[in-house]
Structures are given as C-alpha cells and as structure tokens.
C-alpha cells in the first residue's frame, strides 16, 4: 500500500473534523512551501548562488590563511579577541543605557 493510499485510508476512517484538521495542515504546508520556492529567475540564482557546507568551511580556511590566521592556536586566539571586545561593547552599551535611563528620570 503506497502512502497515498494509506493517508486515503486514514482520512475515509476519520471524522469530518479531523478531516478539516488535516486539510488546514496540507493547505498551510503548501502555502509555506509555494513561499519559499522560486517565483522568478532571479529567486532560482539567489538559491544557486548559496553555497554548500563544505563550500562556505573551505571558503572560510582560506579567508584565515589569507589574514594569517594560519593555525588553530591563532583562530582560536582570535575568537577570544571577539568575544573581549563583544564583552567590552556590550558593557559600554548597559553603562549608556543606564546613563540614559538615569538621565530621563532625573529630567
């Protein structure tokens, strides 16, 4: 039995609110997926343009070597600076907020 005909199996057993469950949810996935799919030339490049996993790992190696990022002691060297100065912003940021905050109450 092919899973149409088993859904086809399911429905004719099922009750007509059930039935109205199970046509909302193929209507919305349909829906869902009418938006996501390609209405245009230019939609169906942007999908071809996306790179694969291994495309955007590859990619990213070579940005590294290039800026000299060369071995994983300097990656990781690297994303301890970012996560510093993330850090540093976000505490610049709460201490604004605060001043700001601060400063409307005063006013």
Do not use: C
């Amino acid at each position: 039995m092919t899973v149409r005909e088993q859904l086809l199996k399911e429905i004719a057993q099922s009750s007509d609110a059930f039935v109205e469950e199970v046509l909302n949810f193929v209507l919305f996935t349909k829906s869902r997926r009418s938006e996501t799919s390609p209405d245009s030339e230019a939609d169906s490049q942007q999908l071809e343009d996306k790179l694969t996993l291994e495309e955007l790992q590859q990619q990213t190696q070579d940005a590294l070597k290039e800026a000299g990022y060369d071995t994983r002691e300097k990656i990781v060297h690297l994303v301890q600076e970012v996560k510093r100065e993330m850090i540093i912003e976000r505490q610049n940021h709460s201490n604004l907020v605060a001043d700001e905050t601060s400063k409307q109450l005063t006013d």
